[in-house]
């Protein structure tokens, strides 16, 4: 069982031809609607290829956050923990893309009402496996989440991802810790790190693959020569699947190729969820 505690956001992509000024109405020439959210896509992720997985996060009670829930259950996900706030909007990302750019707004809105005493209803019934949190939820239900799980002797992952320093006690909280490069050189040059702490470090390289350390060194797994189309939601597949294997058992080895293979296949497509595979495609 994999139990992911994060966000659930929904894209609202805006393609004009430029940015409008303040004040100012413009014509743009293309909309669409995208689930999103670092939490729901890695849940997403992991139940396309084959996971059991439970979803803990809120969105709003609208019409954003009822369609959410709908669509993580036509992925197979259960959403028993998947609760609508009344005082908050379902988070979004309004995303306008002009001139080769984007500007993005980022509302958190239920993302952010995720509290610590939620986390602690919510994994009250934590079945034994595997918990993957990231920092889009406040910092002390992350904290909360990974604190019940390691008790209970699950594997905890944490994806640091969008980056912050990390508190010094998070390192023994988590079991792997998945930074894609740029994280990992800044959660080494933090005054919290210790060389200890590098045995955790799971670590992407975009299409360099991802690296896992073994006996002191680490070792890298190379990504397959794909063509990328948009890789967007790369981490988000690779830490879904992660947890995916290591649920059912794999070596970290195997669970790192796994995971690879996976993000990898999924940047042939467009879309973060979109182009995320199914477990026959990795066959
Ligand atoms: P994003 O923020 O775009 O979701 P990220 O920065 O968290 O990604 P990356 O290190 O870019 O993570 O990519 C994660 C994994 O996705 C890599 O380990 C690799 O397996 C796969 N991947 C990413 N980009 C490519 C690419 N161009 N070709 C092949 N595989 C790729």
New binding site residues.
């Given amino acids: 069982m994999i139990t992911v505690m994060g966000s659930l956001n929904i894209d609202l992509v805006t393609i004009t031809d430029r940015f409008p000024t303040p004040g100012e109405t413009i014509r743009g020439s293309g909309f669409s609607t995208v689930f999103g959210g670092k939490g729901a896509n890695q849940a997403v992720a992991a139940a396309r290829l084959g996971g059991q997985v439970k979803m803990v996060g809120k969105v709003g009670d609208d019409l954003y956050g009822e369609s959410y829930i709908q669509h993580l259950k036509a992925e197979n996900i259960n959403v028993t923990r998947v609760s609508k706030e009344s005082d908050y909007p379902t988070g979004t990302a309004a995303i306008t893309v002009a001139e080769g750019d984007n500007q993005i707004i980022v509302v958190s809105g239920a993302n952010g009402a995720v509290s610590k005493t939620y986390v602690n209803e919510s994994l009250k019934d934590l079945e034994k496996g595997v918990l993957l949190v990231q920092l889009e939820v406040p910092d002390e239900s992350v904290e909360e989440a990974m604190t019940i799980a390691k008790a209970q002797g699950m594997t905890v992952i944490l994806n640091p991802?969008p980056f912050k320093p990390i508190p010094a006690e998070w390192w023994a909280l988590a079991d792997y810790i998945t930074p894609?490069?740029h994280e990992a050189a800044a959660l080494k040059a933090d005054q919290n790190f210790k060389d200890e702490y590098k045995v955790k470090l799971v670590i992407?390289?975009?299409?360099r693959?991802?690296a896992f350390i073994e006996n002191g060194v680490e070792t890298l797994i190379p990504?397959?020569e794909?063509e990328?189309v948009d890789?967007?939601?790369?981490?988000?597949?690779?830490n879904g699947a992660l947890a995916v294997f290591l649920d059912k058992g794999f070596e970290l080895r195997q669970a790192v190729e796994k995971a690879?293979q996976a993000?990898?296949l999924?940047?042939t497509a467009a879309g973060a969820q979109g182009g995320m595979p199914y477990l026959k495609d990795l066959r």
């Avoid at 992407?204 to 299409?207: A, C, D, K, L, P």
């Avoid at 890789?231 to 690779?238: E, L, M, P, Q, S």
Wanted: glycine letters at 16%.
């Fill in positions: 991802a894609n490069e992407t390289y975009g299409s693959g991802a990504a397959p794909v990328a890789t967007t939601g790369a981490g988000d597949t690779f690879v993000a990898s999924s940047v």
